[in-house]
C-alpha cells in the first residue's frame, strides 16, 4: 500500500511539473507595442506623380491613417526638391530622373522608395497620319520637357525604330505643358507629344485632335536591356528612413493600399484628385486617369528596372539624372 502511495505522489508530481513548465511560456510572453504613430510630412507636384497619394489624404483628412500625415501640393518640381532639401518634407513625389538629380546634389542624402507613374506620354495628332512610331518620320513633333524625361524618351524611341532625331524629325521644344496644350488645341501643332492629364485636356478642346501612340508602349515594345518607362516616384530624406524605419513602412503599406483604391474606382479617384488639387476638374481626371500609367513598384524589381531606365537617360545626357547613376544605397529595399 505504501508503495502504491509513493507511485501516486510520484505521478502527481511529475505532472505537475509539466504543467508549471507548459505554462512557464504564457507567462513570460508579452504581446508587442502598439505602433504609435509619426508625423510625415508629404510634398506632391500636383499632376500624375501625385495622384497615389490622394486617397492616403482622405484616409489622413477622416483620421484613418497609421501615421500623421501633412501634405502640401505644389505646382513647380523646383518647389518639391527645395522642400525636401531645406529638411521642411521628408517625402516628396518627384519625376525619376529629378529624385537621381537631388541624390547627388544632396550628396546622397534621399532614398527612392517606390516607382508611382510610368509613361504618361502620349503622341497626338491633329489628322490621321500617325499609325506607328515610323510615321513621325519627316513631320514637326512638338513637346515640353528639354532636358529632362520627355526629350530622353523621345529621342530613345525614335532611334529605336531607325529614325535619327537630329535628321528625320523636327522637334520643336515649348516652355511647358501649359504652352503644348494650347498649341494643340487650336491646330498650330500637328503633332505633339504631350503628358496626362494634358493630353486628355487637348482631346476635350479640340475633336479632331486623337490618341496616335502611347509612348509607354513604343519604349516596351524597343527595350531590350530591362528596363521600363519609369517616370515618377516617391523619395525620402535617408535620415527619415534610418530614424522611423516602421513608419516608413507603415506609409507604404498605406501608399500601396491608396494606389489598389484608385486603379479600382476611378469616379472615386477622379473626386479626389479634384478634392485635393492634384488635377483641376474631375471630368478631365476621370478621362486622364485610365491612361496615366498609375502604378506601384518597390524592392528589387523598382531597382532592376528604374536602374536601367536611368541609365538610358544618362547615355543621352548625364547631366539630366544628375551627372552619374545612383549608387545602390539610393534604392530602398526595406
Known amino acids: 500500500m505504501k508503495k502504491f502511495v509513493s507511485l501516486v ?22 504581446a508587442p507595442a502598439p505602433y504609435e504613430a509619426v508625423d510625415v510630412r508629404i510634398t506632391a507636384i500636383a499632376g500624375p506623380t501625385g495622384v497615389g497619394l490622394v486617397d492616403l489624404m482622405r484616409k489622413q483628412q ?3 491613417a497609421a501615421n500623421n500625415y501633412v501634405f502640401n501640393v505644389v505646382n513647380d518640381p523646383q518647389q518639391a526638391v527645395a522642400a525636401i532639401s531645406s529638411n521642411s518634407a521628408d ?9 537621381s538629380t537631388l541624390y ?22 491633329n489628322g490621321e497620319t500617325v499609325k506607328s512610331v515610323q510615321d513621325l518620320k519627316g513631320k514637326t513633333v512638338y513637346t515640353s520637357g ?16 531607325g529614325i535619327d532625331p537630329e535628321k528625320d524629325v523636327t522637334i520643336k521644344f515649348v516652355p511647358d505643358n501649359d504652352t503644348l496644350a494650347t498649341l494643340v488645341a487650336n491646330g498650330t501643332a500637328k503633332v505633339a507629344m504631350v503628358p496626362e492629364p494634358k493630353a486628355t485636356a487637348c482631346l476635350m478642346q479640340n475633336k479632331g485632335v486623337r490618341r496616335a501612340l502611347n509612348m509607354t508602349d513604343e519604349w516596351d515594345k524597343v527595350a531590350k536591356d530591362g528596363s521600363a518607362l519609369m517616370m515618377g ?9 534610418q530614424e522611423h524605419p516602421e ?30 488639387k492634384i488635377i483641376p476638374k474631375a471630368p478631365i481626371a476621370k478621362m486622364a486617369l485610365p491612361n496615366s500609367a498609375l502604378t506601384y513598384v518597390d524592392g528589387n524589381e523598382m531597382k532592376t528596372k528604374l536602374s536601367a531606365y536611368l541609365t538610358v537617360l544618362h547615355t543621352y545626357n548625364p547631366d539630366a539624372i544628375g551627372g552619374q547613376l545612383p549608387a545602390d544605397e539610393f534604392y530602398y529595399e526595406g
Request: proline share 3%; with cysteine.
Open 146 to 161: 528639354q532636358g529632362a524625361n520627355p526629350e530622353y524618351v523621345l529621342k530613345y524611341v525614335l532611334e529605336k525604330n
Open 62 to 64: 477622416e483620421g484613418a
Open 247 to 276: 513608419a516608413v513602412k507603415k506609409f507604404l503599406e498605406e501608399y500601396k493600399a491608396s494606389i489598389t483604391a484608385l486603379q479600382s474606382d476611378v469616379d472615386m479617384a477622379a473626386n479626389l484628385c479634384e478634392r485635393f
Open 9 to 30: 505522489l510520484a505521478v502527481l508530481l511529475t505532472m505537475a511539473l509539466f504543467a508549471g513548465c507548459a505554462q512557464q511560456p504564457a507567462e513570460e510572453s508579452s
Open 104 to 125: 547627388k546634389k544632396s550628396g546622397g542624402k534621399v532614398q527612392v522608395l517606390a516607382v508611382n507613374t510610368l509613361g504618361v506620354l502620349h503622341i497626338l495628332e
Open 91 to 99: 517625402i516628396v513625389a518627384v519625376p525619376t530622373n529629378l529624385a
Open 233 to 241: 516616384c516617391v523619395v525620402a530624406r535617408s535620415a527619415f528612413v
